[in-house]
């Protein structure tokens, strides 16, 4: 199970994890990535700062950062490379996932054909 974060990608969310709550230093303090159904194409991606991960959690350490895989959602995040980008017209994560077949335009959604059960877009 592989999920990767650019260097840029790390630096910004090693700043959300400090800035999350100063006076709670945990050592478990992380980012929860996962999927769920939404989205424009059927998958969106999530990820959120926590210092609670879950029983079945997927354990990543990158550099100073933790991540922890919603297990349901390993799957379909093999391989996802996490990198921030920054620029006039967008800035924030931008996710490349080998698994997906097709992305929305704004790169927030995805979806498969490799069998997995299929997304509910959003209407």
Do not use: H, W
Not at 42 to 69: A, F, H, M, R
Request: hydrophobic share 30%; glycine share 12%; proline share 6%.
């Amino acid at each position: 199970m592989a999920v990767s974060l650019t260097e840029k990608a790390e630096f910004r969310l090693r700043s959300f994890i400090r800035g999350s709550s100063p006076e709670n230093n945990d050592a478990s303090k992380g980012i929860r990535v996962s999927v769920k159904d939404g989205g424009c194409s059927g998958y969106e991606y999530g990820i959120d700062v926590t210092s609670k991960p879950q029983p079945d959690d997927l354990v990543i350490q990158q550099g100073n950062v933790l991540i922890y895989i919603d297990a349901k959602s390993a799957p379909l995040l093999d391989g996802v490379v996490i990198d921030f980008v920054e620029g006039v017209m967008e800035s924030g994560f931008k996710f490349t996932n080998p698994n997906a077949s097709d992305t929305c335009g704004c790169g927030k959604s995805f979806k498969t054909d490799d069998g997995t059960p299929t997304g509910v877009p959003c209407s």
